[in-house]
């Protein structure tokens, strides 16, 4: 669901950026080349990769509800704009 959604924010020009455990997205049950074929598709439309590598943390916005970066366990960390919404507000 991760890169169905990725391809959609792309096409409403957001800057999308996906994180892969795997050497590449869907690595765990499609070829090596079929799955770049379609992760290559992906990145010419705009979503970055980070691959081989994990989010490990959500770093908040200062004094808001909102995600402000995703750290990854290689180090770099990914920009993030999501709110986060309460049940009752």
Do not use: C, N
């Not at 020009?13 to 290559?40: H, N, R």
């Not at 590598?53 to 770099?76: F, H, Y």
């Amino acid at each position: 669901i991760g890169i169905e959604v990725a391809a959609a924010l792309v096409t409403y020009k957001v800057d999308t950026t996906v994180i892969v455990k795997g050497k590449t997205i869907w690595d765990a049950f499609m070829p090596e080349d079929l799955a770049m074929f379609f992760q290559q598709t992906l990145v010419d439309h705009g979503v970055k990769f980070l691959t081989e590598d994990e989010a490990v943390r959500i770093l908040p916005q200062s004094g808001q509800l909102r995600a402000g970066m995703v750290a990854t366990k290689k180090g770099p960390t990914a920009g993030g704009d999501l709110t986060a919404h309460r049940s009752g507000s």
